[in-house]
C-alpha cells in the first residue's frame, strides 16, 4: 500500500514537471520570434537625397500604376522655388522666345545659365565625358544650349535645380521614348529658343553622340496649376486631356526624343507645359 502511494506521488511529480516543460516553451518560442508589427501607410518612407544637388527630393509617386501621376507631379511639388542661383546669373546669354500658342507673359524667364555661344560640340563634349558608353550626360543644340544630364535616383518627380542641368526623365524610358526635364528659370528657359528642324545631340559618357531633329512643339494649359491631378488643354486645339492621357500622346512614341519644361504666366510658374519632340536623325 506504501508502495502504491509512493507510486501515485512520483507518477503525479512527474506529470506536474513536464507540463510545466510544455506551458514554458510557447513563451519563449513568442519571445523569439515576435509578430511584426504593421507598417501604416503614412509612416514616412526613408528620404532619399537627389542627385547632383544633394537635396532631398519631391515625394515618390505611384508611377507604375498611373504614369500621367508622374508627369502631372513633375514641377508642381515645391511650387515656390528658390530662384536666387538663377538670379545671379551673370547675364542671359541666350534669350528665351514664347513658344507658339503663348502669350508674350508666359515666355520663360531669358535670365538662364548656359554654355557660352562659342562653345563647340567637341569641346562639350569632352566637358561631360566619364566612360559610361550607356549614360546620357549632355545634351546640346548649338548655338542655344550646352548642359549636363543627371538622373532621378528613382523619383519619377525629380527635377534637378541646377542652372545647367537637364533631368533625364526615367519614366519615359519604359514606354520607348527619351525625356529631359528642367525648370523654365532654370536650363528649361533655353528650351523655347529650339525651332523645327534644328539638331538636338546627345552625348554619352564614352564620348558618343546620337543626333534628333526637331519635328514640333507643343503648348498646353495646367487647369489646376498647383495639383497633381491637373487636366491640361492643348493650346493648339483646345483638347482637354488628363495627365495620364497627355503622358501616353507625348511619351508614348518609340525612338522620339521629348524636352519638358513648364510655361510661367500670370505669375503662376507651373500654368502650363511645353514640349519639345525630336526623332532620330539616323
Known amino acids: 500500500m506504501k508502495s502504491l502511494s509512493i507510486l501515485i506521488l512520483l507518477g503525479t511529480l512527474t506529470a506536474i514537471l513536464f507540463g510545466a516543460m510544455f506551458a514554458i516553451r510557447p513563451t ?12 501604416s501607410n503614412d509612416t514616412p518612407a526613408a528620404l532619399v537625397v537627389a542627385p547632383v544637388t544633394g537635396s532631398q527630393p519631391a515625394p515618390a509617386v505611384a508611377a507604375a500604376s498611373d504614369p500621367g501621376a508622374a508627369l502631372a507631379q513633375t514641377f508642381v511639388v515645391n511650387l515656390e522655388k528658390d530662384r536666387s542661383v538663377a538670379a545671379a546669373s ?9 513658344p507658339e500658342g503663348v502669350t508674350p507673359q508666359a515666355q520663360a524667364p531669358a535670365q538662364v545659365e548656359a ?9 562639350f563634349i569632352s ?87 526637331v519635328t514640333g512643339t507643343q503648348s498646353y494649359q495646367a487647369l489646376s496649376p498647383d495639383s497633381t491631378q491637373s487636366n491640361f488643354v492643348d493650346l ?14 507625348v511619351y508614348n512614341n518609340k ?27 539616323s
Open 28 to 39: 519563449q518560442a513568442q519571445e523569439i520570434a515576435a509578430p511584426v508589427e504593421a507598417v
Open 90 to 98: 551673370e547675364a542671359p546669354i541666350f534669350e528665351a522666345s514664347a
Open 115 to 123: 554654355a557660352p555661344a562659342a562653345a563647340t560640340l567637341q569641346t
Open 127 to 213: 566637358t561631360v565625358s566619364n566612360g559610361n558608353s550607356a549614360q546620357v550626360t549632355g545634351i546640346y543644340v548649338d548655338g542655344v544650349m550646352a548642359y549636363g544630364v543627371t538622373g532621378q535616383g528613382g523619383n519619377a518627380a525629380f527635377v534637378s535645380e541646377q542652372p545647367n542641368v537637364v533631368t533625364q526623365f526615367g519614366l519615359a524610358s519604359q514606354y520607348g521614348s527619351q525625356g529631359f526635364l528642367a525648370h523654365n528659370y532654370l536650363a528649361g528657359g533655353a528650351f523655347a529658343n529650339i525651332r523645327a528642324g534644328q539638331v538636338i545631340t546627345l552625348v554619352y559618357g564614352d564620348g558618343s553622340t546620337r543626333e534628333f531633329k
Open 236 to 249: 493648339a486645339s483646345g483638347e482637354q486631356l488628363s495627365a495620364s492621357a497627355l503622358f501616353h500622346k
Open 255 to 281: 525612338n522620339t526624343l521629348v524636352l519638358q519644361t513648364c510655361i510661367e504666366q500670370d505669375g503662376i510658374s507651373t500654368w502650363g507645359r511645353l514640349f519639345i519632340t525630336a526623332v532620330p536623325l
